[in-house]
C-alpha cells in the first residue's frame, strides 16, 4: 500500500504519538483510542477500517451506475465550505446500525483508491446530535486550510503504519470530503444497507417524502437489482460477485433471496401453464421484475399467474438475472439460495 501523503507541520503544532495533545488543533478532541487487544473485537474509539463508502437512495445510485462514476457537488449545508465552490463527494468509514439518513446503497471503495498522493486537510466539527469531523481529501492545495497527518494519530482518523492499519473514533460521524469526480473501478464493491426510520438527508424537512424511509437492507437490494434488470442498465458484475469463483456477496444473495421470496406468499394463484424454459418465459419474468421495481402488486401477481409454479418463476427469473449479471452458472447460483 502506497503511504498517504506525509506533511511538515510547524513545528510548534506538531505530536509525537496518541494521546500528546496540542490545543490549537480542532481535531484533538475527537482523537482516536487504543486498538483492542482482543481478537474479533474494536473498541468504539478505536475502529479499523479498509474501506469507506458512499451511500445513496435507490434512484441516485442507479444514475451513478450508469455514469460509472459518483458526482461532485457543491456543500450546502453548515459547513465553512459552503460559500466557495468547492465540489466534493462525500465518505465515510462509519456504520449506523440504526439506518443511514443517505439511502440504502453503499458504495465502498477500498482505502487504496481514495487517499495515496493526496493533500489532506481539516475542514471541521459540526455540532449535531453525534458530531461530525469533516476532512478534505485533494489534488489542490489550500493555504487557509490546516493539513492534517493521519500518520500522528492525534485525530479522529489514524494510519498506523506499523500494521498498516487505519482506525477511526466509532463514537463520532467521521466524514471524508473527496474533490473531485469519483471513478467506479473494479475494486469498487456495492452492498445494502437499511434506511433510516425516522431521518432523511435529501428531506430533511419532510422525510415522510422520501419512499425509501425505514426500507431494510435486503428489500432495498431487491428493489435495486429489480430496476437495473427492468431498465437494462449495464452493470459489472464485480460489484457483486468473487470473480475467481463466481460466489455473490451475501448482500446480493440477501437480495435474490427477498424478491424470490414473493412467489411462495402467492403461490396458489400461481396457476398458468408457462414453465421456466420456455420461449416466452424471459419476457414475462423481465415484466415481474418491473412491477416489483415498481411496487405494481397487481401487476406482479397477474404476471405471475402465467407460470406452472412458483418453481418456474424462480428459475427463469435467475437465469435472467445471471444473464444481466453475466454470472456464468444459473444452476448454482439457484441452489445457492
Not at 503504519?161 to 466509532?170: A, C, I, V
Not at 424537512?205 to 425505514?214: A, K
Request: glycine residues 4%; aromatic residues 14%; neutral net charge.
Amino acid at each position: 500500500m502506497k503511504q498517504p501523503k506525509s506533511f511538515s507541520l510547524d513545528s510548534d503544532l506538531k505530536t509525537t504519538s496518541i494521546g500528546n495533545y496540542d490545543m490549537k488543533k480542532e481535531w484533538n478532541k475527537f482523537c482516536v483510542g487504543v486498538p483492542s487487544s482482543k481478537k474479533n473485537f474494536s473498541n468504539p474509539d478505536c475502529v479499523p477500517f479498509s474501506t469507506i463508502s458512499h451511500v445513496s437512495h435507490i434512484h441516485s445510485a442507479l444514475s451513478i451506475i450508469r455514469k460509472n462514476h459518483l458526482s461532485a457537488g457543491l456543500v450546502i449545508d453548515k459547513s465553512i465550505l459552503n460559500k466557495e465552490r468547492i465540489l466534493v463527494n462525500w465518505l465515510s468509514p462509519n456504520h449506523w446500525s440504526d439506518g443511514f439518513r443517505y439511502g440504502n446503497i453503499s458504495f465502498d471503495f477500498p482505502i487504496d483508491d481514495i487517499f495515496p498522493n493526496k493533500n489532506i486537510y481539516w475542514i471541521e466539527s459540526i455540532a449535531y446530535g453525534i458530531p461530525a469531523c469533516r476532512i478534505l481529501i485533494t489534488d489542490k492545495e489550500y493555504s487557509s486550510l490546516r493539513e492534517y497527518d493521519p500518520n500522528i494519530g492525534d485525530g479522529p482518523w489514524w494510519y498506523n503504519k506499523e500494521n498498516d492499519t487505519h482506525y477511526f473514533n466509532g463514537k463520532f460521524c467521521v466524514e471524508f470530503m473527496y474533490e473531485n469526480n469519483l471513478e467506479i473501478t473494479d475494486e469498487t464493491k456495492i452492498s445494502f444497507v437499511g434506511h433510516h426510520p425516522q431521518w432523511c438527508a435529501d428531506n430533511r424537512n419532510n422525510p415522510s417524502n422520501c419512499e425509501d424511509l425505514g426500507l431494510i437492507s435486503s428489500k432495498a437490494g431487491s428493489l435495486f437489482i429489480s430496476k437495473v434488470i427492468s431498465s437494462s442498465i449495464p452493470i459489472n458484475k464485480k460489484y457483486f460477485v468473487k470473480e475467481e469463483q463466481e460466489k455473490p456477496t451475501i448482500d446480493f444473495e440477501s437480495a435474490c433471496s427477498t424478491y424470490l421470496s414473493k412467489f411462495y406468499k402467492i403461490e396458489k394463484d400461481i396457476t398458468g401453464k408457462l414453465r421456466y424454459n420456455d420461449s416466452k418465459s424471459i419476457p414475462f419474468a423481465r415484466a415481474l421484475f418491473t412491477s416489483y421495481a415498481n411496487q405494481n402488486v397487481d401487476e406482479f401477481n397477474l404476471f405471475a399467474s402465467y407460470f406452472k409454479s412458483s418453481d418456474d418463476i424462480k428459475k427463469v427469473s435467475i437465469i435472467l438475472l445471471c444473464n444481466h449479471f453475466n454470472i456464468s452458472d444459473w444452476e448454482k447460483f439457484y441452489n445457492n439460495l
